[in-house]
Each structure stands twice: as C-alpha cells, then as structure tokens.
C-alpha cells in the first residue's frame, strides 16, 4: 500500500486529534500529480478529505476508494469546490449538503460516497423530514433566550476539561470524535476550538464549542450538550449566540452546525437563530450506540 505515511496532526480544515489516539489516522498522499490530506475515522468508519489539489481526478478518486476498502469505511465525505463538482458525480459520489463561503469565500459542495451500500439507506428519513418541516412551520425566528439570573456563562479552560469530560460523557454513551478523551480536549483548546458553558452554581450543565479553521475562515458549532434536567431553558441559544460573537470577524465567513436529525430541540435552537438548513448526511456519525444522521445548518456572519 502506498499511502502509510506518517499521520499528519493537525489537518487544514480544523480537524484535530490528541498523537496516538488509535480511532482516527492522518494520511497525506503526496505526488506530482495529486495532494491528498485525509482523516480515517475509525469511530465513525468513514474518511473526509481535509485538504486536496488535484489534477488527475480519477486516480485520486481511485486511492480514496483503495483506502476506503483497505480500513473497511463505509463513507468517503469529500468537500469539493465548484471545479470539482462535475467530477465526482461520474464516480458514485451524491451531493449531501452546500456549505457557503466554506473556502475563504467559495461554496463547499458536500459530496458523499457510500462503498457499503446499506450505509447509504435510512429507515428514518421521512420522520426527520417530517419534523424538519414542522419546525419550520412552528417556529419562528428570534433573538436567543438568556438563560436564568441563577445561572452563568464562561469560557471553559484548561482547568475545567475534567468536568467537562464528564458532562460529556453522562450524556454520551458514543460520541464521534475523541471529545471523551481529556488529552484530546486539552490539545484542541490550545489550537482552534473554543468551549463554552452554563455553570449551576459551580457545576456545568451545558456546553458547546466552536471550531475555527482559520486556514478557510470557517468554523463549526458543535459538542452541543445539556443535562437533561437542565433542559427547555435556552441554554443552548445563549452559548451559541455567545460563540458567534468570539468568532474573529471580519475574517470568518460561513458558521455551519450538524445536527442530530432527530433532535427536535437542537435543529430548532438553529433556526430560530437565523441558521439555514443547507441538507442532510445519511448514517454520518456514530452516537449514542449507532449511525445517525446529520442536518447541515449554516449562517452568514
């Protein structure tokens, strides 16, 4: 095989992991014809590509499925530019989603390719599609709630990753990135992720991150999470609405967010915040014990 190169740490589209965590692997394909920098997701048995310049499509296209066949993924997430559009479609690849401004300023086409072909079907599509349409019909667009006097705001730290590991995993039993590792927390808050959380007393309740690729000027709300019985008091609005004013404007362009389908409340809290709904990645991520699918939501900042 020849893509057993070292793992690259860090990738360029903001996707980090703690060295030696054996659930995920960079890979970078170097050639005169082609640059490939991918992320073999274990966890999720699925690759994305983070970074490409191609010139010969076919055999990048060829590689990845290579890769894909020898690590048993079942779901090649490649983020083209328009250029590229026209490409993947002759190569079993369907577009999921639309990221605008993902690439300092360019759309991102959000092109999938199932290789297990059970992967790509979901016995749950037209409930989420169902209740996507009721929220929309429901609720309407508003500024975010501001969470109770008794409760407070503020940036998680270094010193806090313990207990916010802890929230996370009371409310996980699977989670698909290394978010229940401290390590991994600790080594992304240095570099390009930013958590925040509403604190009972001195205990978090909830939490949620944004994650800044400054390489593209983007970044991903996401690791959103509240304890159960602090749920229904807009803790989520607050967080959210917090992180998009850290964001380093006027640099950042396109916010984006994947929800879990099924989730009336957090596809809700997203649009109520001015987030459009830009499509849907089948059996994408592995939480709380199986494949789920993904809303993409995205807003202009």
Known sequence: MDYNTPPAQTG????????G???VQFIKKNTAEN????WIDHTNSRIKVLDYRVRDWEKALL???RVAADNQSGKILFYVRRSGDYILGQFGYVLEGIIPAFFRGD????YSRFTNVERARSPYYVQEEELLQKIKKEKHRQSAKKP???YRVGRIGREQVKELVSLYREIFTTYPSPLLNPDHVRKVMQSHVCFYGVYAGERLVSAASAEMDMANFNAEITDCATLPQYRGKGFLSQLITTLEKKMPAPKMGALYSLARAGSYGMNAVLYQLGYDYKGRFINNCHIG???ENMNLWVKMI
């Open 12 to 19: 360029t589209t903001g996707f980090n992991c703690a060295k």
């Open 21 to 23: 965590d054996n659930n």
């Open 35 to 38: 640059y490939l920098e991918i």
């Open 63 to 65: 590689w990845l499925d």
């Open 107 to 110: 759309d991102a086409l959000c």
């Open 148 to 150: 109770d006097i008794a």
């Open 289 to 291: 014990g199986r494949f």
